[in-house]
């Protein structure tokens, strides 16, 4: 038979149904698995006996429920209720879904003008449109490391093991352009002009028509395509090199050692709403046992760690346009207060031996993995509109408005009276305003902040309380 969930009382999101199948009834094994495009759920109670945890065929929305004769509804209620928290708890973080390329590994990400997404994988470029996934295969593109996609002209460049090719319909066909860019992969960046970077075997090249044609500007040896290569928006360029990272401020010409990290980098990123520059290292040998994530809010003066996790390799750091990272471990983490705390992301995570790339399109989230191939995730869509207290639990909502000059309102609720810290932050990592600290009552709160002595820019709003914590991006506009 068939019970919908609204008839047991519990309200879950997503919208699931418990399915009872007398077929599946036996004598020695019971178990009940929660299925809504998550991983399955188990959970063991004294009336139910342990069984194997799996995976349930994406696309179904059900709950299978097997069962012995004799079992009471209400301890079956009570498992599953269990179970939806658990779920209702990822949800607000999204899902992954595979799309496919398993077993190729995946380097980089770009994207064109009409979101359709191409990953520089071990095997080809995977061009992605929605969900759909297509191989662009060529013998040329064996160990595709680094792509772009040309801003003015749409071409499709990629560096390979054989080196540089450039692609002027979509991927269908490819050239080498230069003879000199042979034998890769080489790290690749673009200028916000569309002018295009290249740090290849006889030094840094520039090409400002899409690829085509190549300019040599400095005889400089860059690191290899894995160790970095990022240009920020002052136009500063970052370059991974074995004993740490170089940087330029004309456009590659000349080049001058970075001081503070004399690890070998994997990845260079750019918080664009705050200016922090984030550098994936290892050790001199590349072992992940050291891995460090450093993080400068003073264009590489000056440099301090930030950790998803002690003793793990970082392959990937990316920043979305909204200042939202993410770092690519054997799992997926985030951070939204420009790296200073990071939180496991998404359910149903793609856990393979290394996330090695990130790109995001739209409300989706894009992964690629060194061995299980390419993911997405979708993110939940932000609203302007003031979010309203959900009360009996503990909880810290948006400010609003946001953003906001000079004053906004913070919103939270508590469960129960308990102690309450709630302060303000800004890119630095600076307390700037203690709004709250102190024992508080039960129920819904609000506090206003008035920011009238502060510049503008990225605030962040941090609420720790009986050991529940939060923290929300502020936005001050003058």
């Not at 200016?275 to 440099?303: C, D, H, P």
């Not at 039960?442 to 002595?453: D, M, P, R, S």
Request: net charge neutral.
């Amino acid at each position: 038979m068939i019970l919908p969930l609204e008839k047991t009382g519990l309200t879950v999101s997503p919208k699931l149904t418990i399915l009872f199948n007398d077929s599946y009834c036996n004598r020695n094994s019971s178990f009940l698995s929660i299925a809504a495009h998550t991983r399955a759920i188990e959970v063991c109670t004294k009336q139910w006996e342990v069984s194997h945890a799996g995976f349930i065929e994406p696309g179904t929305s059900h709950c299978r429920f097997i069962y012995k004769s004799g079992f009471y509804m209400k301890a079956a209620l009570c498992a599953l209720f269990l179970c939806c928290q658990t779920i209702s708890i990822f949800s607000q973080h999204g899902v992954w879904r595979s799309l496919g390329a398993v077993n190729n590994a995946v380097f980089d990400f770009a994207s064109d003008d009409n979101g359709v997404v191409y990953a520089a994988c071990r095997r080809g470029v995977a061009k992605i449109s929605g969900d759909n996934l297509q191989m662009l295969t060529d013998d040329r593109l064996s160990e595709t490391a680094n792509i772009e996609v040309h801003r003015g002209t749409g071409n499709i460049i990629v560096t390979t093991m054989f080196g540089l090719y450039v692609s002027k319909d979509g991927g269908n066909t490819w050239l080498l352009p230069d003879q000199r860019l042979k034998f890769g992969p080489f790290p690749l960046a673009q200028f916000s002009d569309g002018t295009l970077l290249v740090g290849a075997g006889k030094g840094v090249f520039t090409s400002g028509n899409g690829g085509i044609l190549w300019d040599s500007i400095s005889p400089r040896l860059l690191g290899s395509a894995s160790a970095g290569l990022l240009i920020t928006r002052s136009e500063k360029i970052f370059a991974g090199v074995s004993s740490g990272i170089i940087a330029s401020t004309d456009k590659g010409k000349n080049w001058v050692e970075v001081p503070g990290i004399g690890w070998y980098t994997s990845s260079i990123e750019e918080n664009k709403q705050t200016g922090a520059i984030f550098v994936g290292v290892t050790s001199a040998l590349a072992t992940s046992t050291t891995a460090k994530i450093f993080r400068s809010s003073n264009s590489g003066a000056t440099w301090e760690v930030v950790n998803p996790q002690k003793g793990r390799g970082i392959d990937a750091i990316f920043a979305d346009e909204e200042g939202t990272l993410y770092a690519g471990l054997s799992e997926v983490y985030r951070s939204l207060d420009n790296g200073t705390t990071w939180e496991q992301f998404g359910e149903n995570t793609p856990q393979g031996p290394q996330m090695e790339a990130f790109c995001r399109v739209g409300n989706t989230l894009y992964a690629g993995d060194r061995a299980r191939g390419i993911f997405a995730l979708e993110l939940p869509t932000t609203s302007t509109e003031k979010n309203p207290v959900h009360k009996n639990q503990f909880e810290l909502l948006q400010n609003y408005p946001n953003p906001f000059n000079p004053a906004t309102t913070i919103s939270y609720s508590l469960q129960q009276q308990a102690e309450v810290n709630l302060a303000i932050y800004n890119v630095s990592g600076e307390k700037v305003a203690q709004l709250v600290v102190g024992v508080m009552a039960a129920g819904e709160h609000t506090v206003e902040w008035n920011a009238g002595n502060l510049p503008s820019g990225l605030y962040f709003c941090r609420m720790l309380s009986n050991g529940f914590s939060d923290t929300k991006k502020l936005i001050l506009l003058k």
